[in-house]
Every structure is written in structure tokens, then in C-alpha cells.
């Protein structure tokens, strides 16, 4: 597991531009989780990140992975637009780079660039075009693999459907869901409320550095209160169940899904 402890943030110490990012933060990513970490522009969520992924140093409190301070290799992070982390003249350069760096064979690192290529729905066929070439779905992907071909046990997202059309949303959003069910425990940041309900078993929502959540999606969205001091949106699904019961219907507020919805409704009205 991660277990973050007491951690805190300031940017621009002992100046006039000083400014808390985070604030005595705690929490636990189990082993197995579709952790979800939501909150308005400016909540602390990306330095949150950075500080697990041990990009930023740490200022205050402890991070720990497995039990230990040492997670070198344990931890990859996709930035929020990951066509950025590219700059290979191919697709196979770029994913492998992670691997030869960390002095594997070259038998090793072909096997894990094939590994990767499949665990993110990549054609091989693709292995010698140029990453700059590809769709923005497809760059996004090759990103991704990048990351897995170092194996991490822990995979942090951030926003990374920010920008894609609606199908290549879809199709990454699926491929994410398959790579949790392959047993990597995910970091998903996350705007969309949407998103965050079909896919996460836990969400940690911030405002201005600190917890103000954290619990399972539906506790979350039964909780207007909460959404609106966070600035954020429920999903459509649950905005419909919101205005039916203001319209005198009893029906649950926990009801996160179109499906539930659904037989909910039918049940109210038979």
C-alpha cells in the first residue's frame, strides 16, 4: 500500500508570494485500489501527486510504499498530457527508453515494449512510426507504455483524457479499466465526476490543500454539500436522482449509475 502521512506544501517559502499547497494531508491507497483524487483548479491535487511520485522532495510528513521509503521502480506517474513526455524518433525508442536506462538486455527490453505495446491496445505494426505522427488517443497510449515497460505496481494518471475527442476518451478509459484489472493499482486525478463514478472504488476529493473526502463515489455524490464547496459537478446520473426527489420521489441518493437508475425508477413507478 502507500500510506501518506501528515504531509505538507509551501511554494515560495519566506517570501511575499508564499502560498500553502497542502495542509497535514493523510491517507492510504490499498493495494488493488482505482483511487480517485478530484478537486477544483488550484486544490493541491498535482503537487499531492508529484510528492508520491517522489518528484517534489518532501517538505513535511512521510510517504511510504510497501512499508518503505525506498520506491524507486514502484511508482509510475502519466503527466496530464503525456504527448509532452515524447521526444524518440519511434514509438519502440520511446517505450524502451525507461528499461535501457535501467540496464536491462536487449532481449528483456523488447519483450516489456511488446508487453506494454498490449496492455494499452497498441498494433506492433506502429513500432517504427514516429510518435509525432500518431492520434492524439494513440500518443496518449504510447505515453502510458512507456510507463508500464518499467513495471510499476502503482500507476498515476493525471487527467489523462484532458483534451481527446469522445471515442478516444472512450477507448483509453477502457484500456485504463483493463490495466486495473490486470493488478495495477491505480492514482486516477479526475475532473469528471463521470469518469470517476464508472471507474474508482475511492475517491479523495481536496479544497485549498486540504481533505475535505474520503470515501466511496456514491457517498461522495450523495453529498451536495461537499461537491459544491470542492467546486465540483456531480455526474448527470446523479443530478437527475438530485431534481426527482426534489420533485417528490424517494429514490436513492447512492444511485451512481445509468443502470441503477434505471430499475430504481421502474421499481418507484410499477
Known amino acids: 500500500m502507500i500510506e501518506v502521512k501528515n504531509i505538507g506544501y509551501t511554494y515560495m517559502k519566506k517570501t511575499p508570494f508564499e502560498k500553502t499547497a497542502l495542509e497535514n494531508i493523510s491517507f492510504t491507497v490499498n493495494e488493488g485500489d482505482f483511487f480517485a483524487i478530484a478537486g477544483h483548479t488550484g486544490s493541491g491535487k498535482s503537487t499531492l501527486i508529484q510528492i508520491i511520485a517522489g518528484l517534489i522532495d518532501l517538505q513535511s510528513g512521510t510517504v511510504e510504499v510497501d512499508g518503505g521509503k525506498n520506491f524507486r521502480g514502484k511508482i ?99 484500456e485504463i479499466k ?26 479523495l476529493v481536496l479544497a485549498q490543500g486540504k481533505i475535505l473526502f474520503d470515501s466511496t463515489p456514491k457517498k461522495l455524490f450523495a453529498q451536495e454539500k461537499i461537491l459544491a464547496q470542492a467546486g465540483l459537478m456531480p455526474p448527470p446520473i446523479t443530478q437527475l436522482i438530485q431534481e426527482l426527489n426534489r420533485a417528490g420521489l424517494k429514490i436513492d441518493t447512492e444511485i451512481i449509475t445509468l443502470d441503477e437508475a434505471e430499475k430504481e425508477i421502474c421499481k418507484i413507478l410499477t
Open 178 to 203: 483493463k490495466l486495473h484489472k490486470s493488478g495495477v493499482t491505480i492514482i486516477f486525478v479526475s475532473h469528471s465526476m463521470e469518469d470517476i463514478a464508472n471507474l474508482a472504488n475511492r475517491v
Open 76 to 174: 509510475g506517474m502519466v503527466f496530464q498530457y503525456p504527448e509532452h513526455q515524447l521526444f524518440e524518433e519511434t514509438v519502440e525508442k520511446d517505450i524502451s527508453f525507461g528499461p535501457r536506462n535501467f540496464g536491462l538486455s536487449e532481449e528483456e527490453i523488447s519483450a516489456r515494449v511488446d508487453e506494454a505495446m498490449r496492455q494499452v491496445d497498441l498494433d506492433k505494426n506502429l513500432k517504427n512510426v514516429s510518435p509525432f505522427e500518431l492520434s492524439g488517443g494513440q500518443k496518449r497510449r504510447v505515453a502510458i507504455a512507456g510507463i508500464l515497460a518499467l513495471k510499476p505496481k502503482y500507476l498515476i494518471l493525471d487527467e489523462p483524457t484532458a483534451g481527446l475527442d469522445p471515442k478516444a476518451k472512450k477507448n483509453l478509459l477502457a
